[in-house]
């Protein structure tokens, strides 16, 4: 299995030991649960991005007519959408 070598302060390897020792796990398994959740978490931004830009791109008429004020001039920049 691939392995990872992350280097902290001694201030965090204290606060990784203490919190390790509360919840009763070693510090690999908290490292790396964290790692986990971290990831966990990104994919799922980027879903939640992608399913709002394919929301809002086939719903853009009606966003356009219920919020003219915020549609870009013909020939303006575009948003980022």
């Keep these: 299995m691939p392995a990872l070598n992350v280097e902290f302060s001694e201030r965090e390897?204290?606060?990784?030991?203490?919190?390790?020792?509360?919840?009763?796990?070693?510090?690999?398994?908290?490292?790396?649960?964290?790692?986990?959740?971290?990831?966990?978490?990104?994919?799922?931004?980027?879903?939640?991005?992608?399913?709002?830009?394919?929301f809002f791109s086939s719903h853009a008429d009606e966003f356009a007519a219920a919020f003219p004020e915020d549609e870009v001039p013909a020939g303006?920049?575009?948003r980022g959408f």
Excluded: C, N, W, Y
């Excluded at 070693?26 to 394919?54: C, N, P, T, W």
């Design 13 to 54: 390897l204290e606060d990784l030991r203490q919190i390790a020792k509360e919840r009763g796990t070693s510090m690999k398994a908290l490292v790396r649960e964290a790692a986990a959740a971290d990831i966990a978490r990104h994919r799922a931004l980027k879903e939640g991005a992608e399913a709002f830009r394919r």
């Design 76 to 78: 303006g920049p575009r």
